[in-house]
């Protein structure tokens, strides 16, 4: 792998106003479950906004570029069904690409590492 193709996507979730969020959870769990097995996928957290608790973001770290993410792991089957039943839940779902540039506390990006 190139040291700089590493992706970082940061996925927005907007629940529908008293959506269950424990059933969203359980809807997307395998999904998470399957994905960090993947040989690209490096690590994978989830996010409850503070002050607005339905926004939910995950964020995700992969070894390959955003171009290699959308080709090849978006549209895998076991996908499919979770993103559809997450719909339900959803007023709104957007996901961002960035570059790690650099990075303190841990090593688990292809960015600069500062002490």
Not at 11 to 16: G, H, I, N, P, Y
Not at 19 to 46: H, Q, R, W, Y
Not at 76 to 97: D, H, I, M, N, V
Request: glycine residues 6%; aromatic residues 14%.
């Amino acid at each position: 792998m190139n040291q700089t193709e590493q992706c970082v996507i940061i996925a927005r979730f907007q629940l529908k106003p008293n959506s269950d969020k424990a059933a969203f959870f359980d809807n997307l769990k395998p999904l998470f479950d399957t994905m960090s097995k993947e040989p690209t996928f490096v690590n994978g957290i989830v996010h409850e906004n503070v002050d607005n608790p339905d926004e939910i973001v995950f964020y995700e770290i992969w070894n390959c570029s955003k171009e290699t993410w959308l080709a090849e792991e978006e549209s895998k089957a076991y996908r499919q069904g979770p993103y559809t039943k997450a719909a339900e839940f959803l007023l709104g779902r957007e996901l961002s690409f960035y570059t790690p540039m650099g990075e303190w506390g841990t090593a688990i990006t292809a960015g600069k590492h500062f002490s």
